[in-house]
Nanobody, 120 residues
Framework: QVQLVESGGGLVQAGGSLRLSCAAS????????MGWYRQAPGKQRELVAV???????NYADSVKGRFTISRDNAKNTAYLQMANLKPEDTAVYYC??????????????WGQGTQVTVSS
């Protein structure tokens, strides 16, 4: 079993910054990709950013140029640096990881989420 724990959420004014962390723990052989998703009230969960084990990244158009995803493979931790936050960024942010348990077995794990609220 693998657990993902997010932290770093909170209340920030528009234009401010926050840094989210996602720490994976448990029986982990390796982690292929780690990503951040978010879900606002009444909206579907959407991709924010993804990073592969090699460091390749992909971002939603709405956050390009403002958010930066990174990871520390030794710590099995991913980060999301959010800058120039906007009220529309308000959502619960979830960490997602594709975890390998062996060379042939993998599964997707989700964190519990952390609230990010951006005031105008």
């Amino acid at each position: 079993q693998v657990q993902l724990v997010e932290s770093g959420g909170g209340l920030v004014q528009a234009g401010g910054s926050l840094r989210l962390s996602c720490a994976a723990s448990g029986s982990i052989f390796s982690i292929n990709s780690m990503g951040w998703y978010r879900q606002a009230p009444g909206k579907q969960r959407e991709l924010v950013a993804v990073i592969t084990v090699s460091g390749s990244t992909n971002y939603a158009d709405s956050v390009k140029g403002r958010f930066t995803i990174s990871r520390d493979n030794a710590k099995n931790t991913a980060y999301l640096q959010m800058a120039n936050l906007k009220p529309e960024d308000t959502a619960v942010y979830y960490c997602r990881a594709e975890v390998k348990y062996s060379s042939r077995s993998s599964a997707v794990s989700w964190g519990q989420g952390t609230q990010v609220t951006v005031s105008s």
